[in-house]
C-alpha cells in the first residue's frame, strides 16, 4: 500500500505572521453606548447617542468598543500611559501606532505597527484568543535573528485551513501508519521507517501530513523551529508576545497577527539598537 504523504510549507500559516485582511469592526448593537475620545483624550460615555449625532461633533473621534468595561479597560490602559515619565514605548492598538518618548516627554520615533486580528479560533475542542494585550509589560530581552517556535494554535489553524486531523507526535516512541511505517524522532529530527527501509529524515521546513492527519512535532526538534518569520531582530515582553520583526512588512498597519505587535525593518532596527532592555512598554 503506497503511503499518501502531503507536505505543506510552513510559511503558508505563519502564526504571528500570517496575512489576514483586516475586517470593518462588527456594527456596534442598537441601544448600546457609543464610546467617544474629546479632544484631552478623556472617554465620554454616551448612552442613547447615535452614531452620526456624535461624528458631526468637531473635534471628536469616535472609537468603537466591544462594551463599556472593554471602553473603561482602555481608558485606564491610556491614563496609565499618559502618566508615565520614564524612557518608554507606547503602543495603540486601536490606532496601530507606536511611539518612543524620553523621560522630558519627546517623541524619539514613531512607527505603524500590525497588531492582533481579534479572532477566536475554536478547533477539536480547544479556543484560543489571538489578542494584543493591554497594559504594562517590560523588554524582558532582546534577540538578533530570532527563531520561532509555533504554538500549537498555528497546527491547529493548519489543521482547520485544509480540513485535517491533528495529532501529537512523541518524542519518545513512534506513530505507526496503516501501511506499517513509523514516524519517529532521532536527533531532534522527525523521520520515517518504510516497510524493509531504514529510518529517514523528512524536510524540517515543511508540515507533515500523513493519511489526511496533521503531526504535531516535539517543541525542541527542529521540526518546531521557523526561520526568519520573526524578522532579523524581536524585543520579548513575556507571555510569548513580542515586538518584532516580519517578511511580510505589507502587512504592517493592519490588524492582521495573533497577538505580537510587529513593525518594519527599519523600525524593529531602531527599536533593537535604542531601547533597552528593562523599558517600560504601554499598550492600550
Known sequence: M???????????????????????????????DWVTISPNGRPVISAGTSRATEEKK????????????????????????????????????KDRQLWVIDKSGDTLRAADVAVAKDEVLNYNGRT????TPRGTRTVRFKQEDPVWTPPDWHYAEVARDYNLKMRQLPLRGSVKLKDGSLLSVRDSLVGITKPGTSW??????????????LFVPPIGTKNRR????????????????????????????????????????EDIEWLYHNVPVGTRVYLY
Open 58 to 93: 468637531e473635534e471628536t473621534t469616535v472609537l468603537k468598543f466591544r462594551s463599556r468595561q472593554d471602553s473603561l479597560e482602555w481608558a485606564s490602559a491610556r491614563r496609565v500611559a499618559s502618566n508615565a515619565n520614564a524612557f518608554r514605548v507606547v503602543v495603540s492598538i
Open 200 to 213: 529517514s529524515e523528512l524536510p524540517f521546513d515543511y508540515e507533515v501530513v500523513f493519511e489526511g492527519t
Open 226 to 265: 521557523i526561520e526568519g518569520q520573526l524578522g532579523k531582530y524581536k524585543l520579548d515582553l513575556g507571555d510569548g508576545y513580542m515586538l518584532h520583526g516580519t517578511p511580510h512588512q505589507h502587512t504592517v498597519g493592519n490588524a492582521v497577527t495573533h497577538g505580537c505587535v510587529r513593525l518594519r525593518d
Open 2 to 32: 503506497r503511503i499518501s504523504v502531503v507536505f505543506l510549507a510552513l510559511a503558508a500559516s505563519t502564526a504571528c505572521h500570517r496575512a489576514v485582511i483586516a475586517q470593518e469592526p462588527p456594527a456596534q448593537p442598537a441601544g448600546t
Open 128 to 131: 484560543w484568543s489571538f489578542k
